[in-house]
């Protein structure tokens, strides 16, 4: 198997301000998304050469939450001690 880019999500407390501290750094912003018209934005991303991270406000990549939530059915498998099957 060859990997060819890996973009990891960072949870940020506060998405403007973390544009600000890696622009800092030198990396720039690519790209925000509002959840809906009229909200600020709680994901976004930076870049640097050709790496990429992802930044998400409050949500994805949580700080210690150590769970996996699924989006859809799943094979049967071990989820955070959990069995969990698929639906279909």
Same mark, same amino acid.
């Given at each position: 198997?060859?990997?060819?880019?890996?973009?990891?999500?960072?949870?940020?407390?506060?998405?403007?301000?973390?544009?600000?501290?890696?622009?800092?750094?030198?990396?720039?912003?690519?790209?925000?998304?509002?959840? %809906?018209?009229?909200?600020?934005?709680?994901?976004?991303?930076?870049?640097?050469?050709?790496?990429?991270?992802?930044?998400? %406000?409050?949500?994805?990549?949580?700080?210690?939450?150590?769970?996996?939530?699924?989006?859809?059915?799943?094979?049967?498998?071990?989820?955070?001690? %959990?069995?969990?099957?698929?639906?279909?």
């Amino acid at each position: 198997m060859k990997i060819a880019g890996l973009t990891p999500i960072l949870n940020v407390s506060n998405l403007g301000e973390s544009f600000e501290w890696f622009t800092k750094l030198g990396w720039r912003k690519l790209w925000n998304w509002y959840p %809906q018209a009229g909200a600020p934005p709680t994901f976004g991303a930076v870049s640097n050469g050709k790496s990429e991270i992802f930044l998400c %406000q409050g949500g994805q990549g949580s700080r210690g939450a150590g769970r996996l939530v699924p989006t859809g059915p799943v094979a049967p498998a071990v989820l955070v001690g %959990q069995c969990m099957k698929s639906t279909q």
